[in-house]
């Protein structure tokens, strides 16, 4: 569904009292309670965020991915995309959304290193994070055994987005 379709339909929903917009992916979750569920499009019509109606990454998320991320996108890790998942930042299993904007493209391994234990009883593990920044790059939160500061690494880029 187009942002400008899932306007409509809401009609005046997706409008503040301040006459501001509510933000598509707010809109998007209002609109769920009412049955609706709208997927976020690509300038191509391409679907990038089919929130929680399916689990796995459509082909066009998964474009949308590797031309973001070209490969695993933990530092230094070489990987190419064909050998990568791609990762829900926030579990699909703890309510997180099939959507760009909460995936990110990781091997075997380093997908092992930032995926959250689904059971656990006790204090959570000290383990890699993964999180998107302001501009929707990946970007990397070692354990505190790995770095006390837990400093900020950058994930990979494509060598043409470097």
Known sequence: MREADLRERAEQAGILDTGDRIAPGDLRRLCCDADLTPVVLGTGSEILDV????????PAIRRA???RDGGCAFPQCSADAVRCAAHHIRPWWAGGETALGNLVLL???HHGLVEPPRFWDGPPPDRWQVRLNDHGIPE???????DLARRILKGNRPPWAA
Do not use: A, M, Q
Request: hydrophobic content about 30%.
């Open 107 to 109: 091997c075997p391994h």
């Open 140 to 146: 990397f939160l070692p354990p505190r055994r790995h």
């Open 65 to 67: 991915l590797t031309l």
């Open 51 to 58: 929130g929680r109606t399916h689990r796995l990454v459509t």
